[in-house]
Nanobody, 126 residues
């Protein structure tokens, strides 16, 4: 499985960006795809996740109401629409793929994601 993230850039506070993650290779029926982000000097944290087989979606509290994760199964792609961006959203954003079956709660942990994209930089100026 390979993941290719794109769509990052430099924007001003209040602007929007849409990140894309193309998934290729062998995929599984009930995988979960997620977006994580890592700011300089900080840990990589979960931003949003979407389960294919379950149709479940979840967001970090810091992005609820501003970000929207979606998927296009026909194109094996996952998107992250980011609205009303804030300087604190500045980070490298990674898409990740978990092919193994766990409880929904377990998918909050980055260790269960076996495959990662290369990351795309999002910088929000004030």
């Amino acid at each position: 499985v390979q993941l290719q993230a794109s769509g990052g850039g430099l924007v001003q506070a209040g602007d929007s960006l849409r990140l894309s993650c193309a998934v290729s290779g062998r995929t599984f029926a009930n995988y979960v795809t997620a977006w994580f982000r890592q700011a300089p000097g900080k840990e990589r944290v979960l931003v949003a996740r979407i389960g294919r087989g379950w149709g479940r979606i979840d967001y970090a509290e810091t992005v609820k109401g501003r970000f929207n994760i979606s998927r296009d199964d026909s194109n094996n792609a996952v998107y992250l629409q980011m609205n009303n961006l804030k300087p604190e959203d500045t980070a490298v954003y990674y898409c990740a793929y978990a092919p193994r079956l766990y409880t929904w709660e377990t998918y909050k942990l980055k260790d269960v994601y076996d495959y990662w994209g290369q990351g795309t930089q999002v910088t929000v100026s004030s």
